[in-house]
């Protein structure tokens, strides 16, 4: 398989899938290393991924020019977000030595009872490319520090910073204990099919029913994408146009928690459509943000706008030529547009109106994804009660696509019910076993 730099289209390398041999004994490794890393103790694996975090950041640049060859980012966003890894792992080596079970005590006359949390084995962690390596590391970090080995297979498109990882997890952590498996589809189905205790998924949401599918009873920690809703009131501050545009182009819109259905009532519409629209001109592709990913992706992205019914459609400057797409501007458009109903997964925004909070919620709450969510208003009582009845995992006031370690992230409905960062994604990744002795 030949891999193509989405920047210029050119070929920068090829990529030999891995199939039924290779995948058996990548896992049967795994396999092999999970007893001895499964019993050091959290302070030995704390050691260890904070090795791991130092390989990073020694090797920054490396994995800087692997993530741009990949995916066509600026260099500052993917050098931010490759700090953002090494912080990850940071976090869990430490986040893994905090105890989470109930308390030991005596529940029953007699008895003595505690509950031992104890990892799920070998975990096959499928990533996508959007954030080849960040999202990796929003699967591995957690994993590894739960006491699991990991196989991670990243997309077919962006394999070259996982490689990384995998040759410096091999230094870091032992041989087996993170591996990667390279390849396509087909290297992702023989992966969810192998001797794995654990599926962790990140992808659409019919790749995921697939795996859940395929999986049997085993199980499987999904994030299926979002299309995300953005209600915007009458008296929403300054910054929310730019703040929008900004997340909005963020990755060329490559991400499933990005704004994408803004919804204003009848009072504002018009000047939401303008101030975004100007807001949105001030983002240039080529210069602000990079080029969609992939062929496949691009011709998803412009099927989505071409069979749109809005009335407006306002395209911002930028390159358009292979894989780049400029910032767009879609509005009077039927609440049941492709554009609304579809997770276009590019620096697209789309503009609905509704005549009260209430019916804005209804349109927000009105897909089947149910990722995340944000609300612009200087009424902070309007804003607790809308985010309170908002249908999403993660909603933001007044800034969207403002994510730590510390603060999870999780959907709902279509958009799956893994639970990624924070220390609740640790019992992804864990098992409760109670110990109950008569005394």
């Known amino acids: 398989m030949d891999l193509i730099d989405p920047r210029t289209g050119a070929v920068r390398g090829s990529l030999d899938p891995a199939r039924a041999e290779r995948v058996t004994e990548t896992v049967a490794a795994a396999r092999l290393a999970t007893a001895p890393w499964r019993a050091l103790t959290p302070r030995e694996r704390e050691r260890r991924l904070d090795a791991l975090a130092d390989l990073i950041e020694r090797h920054l640049g490396e994995y800087t020019e692997l993530e741009r060859a990949g995916t066509g980012k600026p260099a500052d966003e993917a050098a931010g977000e490759l700090r ?8 869990y080596a430490g986040a893994a030595r905090a105890g989470t079970a109930p308390a030991a005590g005596r529940y029953l006359p007699g008895h003595e009872s505690w509950v031992r949390w ?3 084995g070998v975990v096959g962690a499928i990533v996508p490319w959007n954030y080849p390596l960040l999202m990796a590391a ?3 970090a957690p994993a590894l520090a739960a006491g699991n080995t990991v196989v991670v297979k990243p997309a077919e498109t962006t394999p070259d910073s ?6 410096h997890a091999a230094k ?4 087996g204990v993170l591996t990667a498996l390279p390849g396509d589809r087909e290297t992702g189905r023989l992966l969810v099919t192998s001797d794995v205790d654990m599926i962790a998924f990140t992808g659409s949401a019919a790749a995921g029913a697939d795996i859940a599918a395929r999986a049997g009873h085993r199980r499987v920690s999904p994030e299926l994408g979002g299309n ?3 209600l915007v009131l009458p008296d929403a501050p300054a910054h929310t146009w730019s ?21 204003t009532l009848d009072e504002n519409h018009e000047q939401v459509v303008t101030a975004l629209a100007a807001a949105l001109a001030g983002r240039w592709a080529g210069r602000d943000f990079g080029p969609l990913n992939n062929p496949d992706q691009a011709a998803r992205y412009d099927r989505v706008l071409a069979a749109s019914a809005a009335g ?3 395209t911002a400057p930028g390159r358009t030529d292979g894989l780049w797409r400029p910032a767009t501007l879609l509005a009077d458009l039927p609440d049941d547009d492709p554009a609304v109903l579809t997770e276009a997964f590019g620096p697209l925004l789309t503009v609905q109106r509704a005549a009260t909070p209430d019916d804005a919620l209804a349109l927000a709450n009105g897909v089947p994804q149910a990722l995340a969510a944000s609300v612009w208003t200087a009424d902070l009582t309007a804003a607790l009660d809308l985010t309170a009845r908002l249908h999403a995992g993660e909603t933001w006031l007044n800034c969207h696509l403002v994510q730590s370690a510390e603060l999870p992230h999780s959907g709902r409905g279509a958009s799956g019910h893994g639970t990624d960062l924070s220390i609740l994604a640790l019992q992804e990744y864990q098992r409760p076993k109670t110990v109950t002795v008569r005394l």
């Open 84 to 91: 953002d890894v090494a912080d990850l792992f940071r976090f």
């Open 118 to 120: 104890e990892p799920v």
């Open 138 to 140: 929003w699967r591995c």
């Open 162 to 167: 996982v490689a990384l990882l995998a040759e």
């Open 172 to 175: 870091a952590l032992g041989d």
């Open 228 to 230: 995300s809703p953005v």
């Open 243 to 263: 703040a929008l545009a900004e997340a909005c182009t963020y990755n060329a819109g490559q991400s499933c928690a990005a704004p994408a259905r803004v919804i």
């Open 312 to 314: 407006r459609s306002i």
